[in-house]
């Protein structure tokens, strides 16, 4: 009896660490739903620019053409595939933290049967936080590889814009991804269930 009173006593703090607070709950659930309209707002710039710059190379042109007009110069949208690349980079690296936030990444399951069931715990919150670091890490790269576009003015081919708010998306998709193994590290009730099955 006095057996079970130290164990329910030293189980006690895991569980209460174990567990979420809300408010942390509620910020990561808006941090996931800002982060996966940013990607479908991409994506649906993306389809959109192609289309019209599609739709304004091969109808307008030949109809413009057909009713005399033959300098009417370019009718497709202007730099539309770089537009394009710079929307899919948006995308992808706000990806990288939806993929995150579901589980829906792919993770091979190479030795995990190597340690005892019992330190499954303690392994996957040793491993988030091994991970989180991790991508830190990247980030601090992606943050140098920004800072030195903008040392250096370097502007896209066409449009003449700056780069580098485009290439902020690469740091900041690993700080998303980084700062959510934390949490889940950190509260492991936060972290998402893999799909049964998932390889």
């Known amino acids: 009896m006095a057996d079970d009173s130290v164990h329910a006593q030293a189980a006690a703090p895991r569980a209460a660490a174990a567990e979420a607070p809300a408010a942390a ?16 707002a991409a994506f649906v710039f993306i389809a959109l620019v192609l289309i019209l710059d599609v739709i304004g190379r091969e109808g307008l042109f030949p109809l413009l053409k057909a009713m005399g007009m ?74 140098e590889f920004v800072r030195s576009s903008m040392a250096t003015g370097l502007r896209a081919p066409m449009l ?9 998306a690469i740091p900041l998709g690993f700080v998303s991804a980084a700062l959510r193994y934390c949490c889940f590290a950190r509260w492991p009730a936060l972290r998402p269930q893999r799909p049964q099955g998932q390889e």
């Open 25 to 40: 709950r509620t910020l990561l659930a808006a941090w996931h739903k800002t982060e996966c309209r940013i990607a479908v």
């Open 70 to 143: 033959r300098h009417t110069g370019p009718t497709g949208v202007y730099g539309a595939q770089k537009l394009a690349v710079f929307a899919l980079a948006i995308a992808t690296y706000s990806g990288i933290g939806v993929a995150t936030a579901t589980a829906s990444h792919l993770v091979p399951r190479v030795g995990f049967a190597a340690m005892p069931a019992a330190w499954n715990a303690v392994m996957d919150r040793l491993a988030d936080l091994v991970t989180g670091l991790f991508l830190l890490g990247v980030a601090w790269y992606g943050f």
């Open 160 to 168: 003449q814009w700056p780069m580098w708010p485009f290439q902020a």
